[in-house]
């Protein structure tokens, strides 16, 4: 059993979609396309401003996604742009990872989250689903102003827990993630809870797992 688990936060610990669902019934028939957008847009600009050789922080980001997404869905009142983006910062963990993290803990396994969330946001998310004693280690990627996949934010985890690359179980659910965690030399665990096929094929993840329990297996 590996001894320092690392985790994505958005979409591996925290549902992304939960802000959405908490206004499902004011934003209406375009709430799931919305939160779809949200979230494409939000991960497109981190690579594309990457690529560019710029760093804005990832709330400025989410901030930005959110408006663009606003935009292309006019029926949704722009009104609730306030609580979508409140909602956010208190996104809902998923059921299986309180068990998970306590299981790690239990067993002696240093559990650390690194994410291209920015500090604010992560305390936040952290804080509201009660997880705060749970980890060793909350890492941003706003320390290096670069965002995942590239390799000097995977850096922030052999630096900040003093180990090396195949000392760490990286654990996500975004496949490109796990590519980029693969290439830094990373055990890798993907999280496949929605059964999407696979990618990046030339970098496997070490395990592919439908749920964050299968740690514990």
Do not use: C
Request: without cysteine; neutral net charge.
């Amino acid at each position: 059993m590996q001894s320092t688990y690392v985790f994505d936060a958005y979409g591996t610990l925290f549902d992304v979609h939960a802000a959405i669902g908490r206004h499902r019934d004011a934003a209406g028939a375009d709430a799931e396309n919305l939160s779809q957008l949200w979230r494409t847009k939000q991960l497109e600009y981190t690579w594309t401003l990457t690529l560019a050789g710029h760093y804005l922080d990832f709330w400025t980001l989410t901030e930005r996604a959110l408006d663009y997404a606003l935009a292309r869905f006019p029926s949704i009142d722009r009104s609730l742009r306030a609580d979508l983006l409140d909602a956010y910062l208190r996104l809902d963990a998923f059921p299986d990872v309180r068990g998970t993290l306590a299981g790690l803990k239990s067993r002696g396994a240093r559990v650390a989250i690194l994410s291209n969330g920015s500090p604010s946001m992560l305390a936040s998310a952290v804080d509201a689903a009660g997880l705060r004693a749970l980890f060793d280690a909350v890492l941003s990627v706003d320390a290096v102003r670069v965002y995942k996949p590239r390799s000097d934010a995977y850096t922030l985890v052999t630096t900040n827990l003093g180990v090396k690359p195949q000392e760490v179980a990286f654990v996500s659910s975004n496949r490109w993630d796990i590519m980029g965690a693969t290439t830094f030399g990373f055990r890798t665990f993907w999280i496949n809870r929605s059964q999407m096929p696979d990618e990046y094929e030339p970098f496997p993840p070490s395990q592919r797992l439908t749920s964050l329990a299968g740690l514990l297996s």
